[in-house]
């Protein structure tokens, strides 16, 4: 006897209540991952909290600027706000190979790899913080947020970051950003870009979700109210903040001359920091920003090119007063010595497709709904000697950070779910 057929009904009640049950349960995860833009500074630690309190501050080294001689000590105090599409990933894992070698203390998130982006940082979001507690390193991505940051590292720390050129920036943010910017949804062009170029303050709602990422991100990500009028005296007085606040401000378009400068300025050896580009994307099919929409994404961007502008004046006084043959002779050491670990750790020596690599363990973080991010293939057989600088050389952030001990319970499920529903 046949058993009794279940009604098309009952199958598709159910299968509603299972779906409402997952969707529920995403926007349960999502919204813990993914803080409301809008937070303030209201979460910040209250005044009374003590600041770091080291027992007894390391010797204190020269700042050693600008090519002058002397002696110096390696410093290992450094807060990096790691900016968005500007190479910040590189420059990360350069930092943590430093600190994972000289056995520092790195504040880190806890349960994912920002500091609760886009809401402002906040001493109580490091994982394991208590009052008085110091760190070596914090680089982790965060809306910053000066006194916070300030309170968790000795007096003598070095505060760096990286810009790069407005448009650009721009470009990959938009490229990278677009499918969790629901603005971006109703673009109907086969170059959304352009098309919302064309007449950005038709698309563009300064209080959509996620908007922060189509203006003046550099402004937003060093706490800075990205949507100032660009003739605001504001925004010279926040420039002149930066320039107080932060001992060097790299430029992407320039990173070996300014890893010289970086490594001048702690005072590290070269092969501190040696790099490979990582977190690069795969070249789009769209072509690059024209002279037209180049000036057109330049203009939206008008705060962050006031920024990009006063930067890139002060880095090339600062590559001057370092010595152009000077630096000419040490990027080219640089170079030599990126090329030569290449040959050594990179198999077929170059960047390839998330799908032609090989082992999970080098397998970067993508964008939703792409896998345009490329990565690399680590040799089979390099010799003791490099095999362990290779691996970390290539190690993408995230792996790294969990090789660190960071605990990214959030970023985890968050890929499990990802992974499960192919996004």
């Not at 807060?79 to 500007?86: A, D, G, S, W, Y």
């Not at 809401?119 to 070596?136: E, H, I, K, Q």
């Not at 970086?262 to 690069?280: Q, R, S, T």
């Amino acid at each position: 006897m046949l058993p009794p057929q279940k009604k098309p009904w009952e199958s598709m009640a159910k299968g509603l209540v299972l779906g409402a049950l997952f969707t529920s349960f995403l926007l349960l995860v999502y919204s813990y991952a993914v803080p409301p833009l809008h937070a303030g500074l209201a979460s910040t630690t209250p005044e009374a909290a003590a600041s770091c309190s080291p027992p007894a501050l390391e010797p204190e080294a020269v700042i050693r600027a600008n090519g002058s001689a002397g002696e110096c000590q390696p410093r290992r105090n450094i807060v990096f706000l790691k900016t968005h599409k500007t190479a910040s990933s590189t420059l990360l894992n350069i930092l943590f190979r430093f600190g994972q070698k000289h056995r520092l203390k790195f504040a880190f998130p806890n349960g994912r790899n920002d500091f609760d982006y886009p809401t402002f940082f906040a001493r109580s979001l490091v994982r394991d913080y208590r009052p008085g507690a110091c760190f070596n390193i914090i680089c982790n991505h965060m809306r910053f947020h000066y006194d916070e940051v300030r309170g968790l590292v000795p007096p003598n720390a070095i505060f760096i970051t990286v810009l790069r050129d407005p448009a650009r920036l721009f470009e990959s943010s938009f490229h990278y950003f677009g499918p969790v910017v629901p603005l971006t949804w109703k673009l109907s062009a086969g170059d959304k870009l352009a098309e919302f170029l064309q007449d950005p303050d038709r698309y563009y709602d300064p209080n959509g979700f996620n908007a922060h990422y189509l203006r003046n991100l550099l402004f937003f990500d060093l706490g800075y109210d990205n949507s100032l009028d660009p003739s605001s005296p504001q925004v010279q007085e926040h420039i002149l903040e930066v320039e107080r606040r932060f001992h060097l401000v790299l430029l992407q378009e320039y990173f070996d001359e300014s890893l010289v400068l970086l490594k001048d300025l702690l005072c590290w050896e070269l092969e501190d920091v040696l790099y490979f580009k990582l977190n690069a994307r795969r070249d789009s099919p769209v072509p690059r920003l024209s002279g037209e929409l180049y000036g057109r994404a330049t203009a939206w961007n008008m705060l962050d090119s006031h920024l990009y502008r006063h930067f890139n004046a002060s880095f090339w006084r600062k590559v001057e007063a370092f010595g152009r043959e000077r630096m000419a002779r040490e990027v080219a050491a640089l170079r030599r010595a990126n090329e030569r670990m290449r040959t050594i750790c990179i198999d077929g020596g170059h960047a390839v497709d998330a799908a032609a690599i090989q082992d999970e363990a080098m397998q970067p973080w993508q964008p939703l709904g792409t896998k345009s991010i490329l990565g690399y293939n680590l040799k089979k057989s390099i010799g003791q000697r490099h095999a362990q600088l290779c691996r970390r050389m290539l190690t993408p952030e995230i792996q790294y950070l969990m090789d660190l001990g960071a605990n990214l319970w959030v970023t985890k499920l968050w890929k499990f779910i990802r992974d499960f529903l192919r996004w």
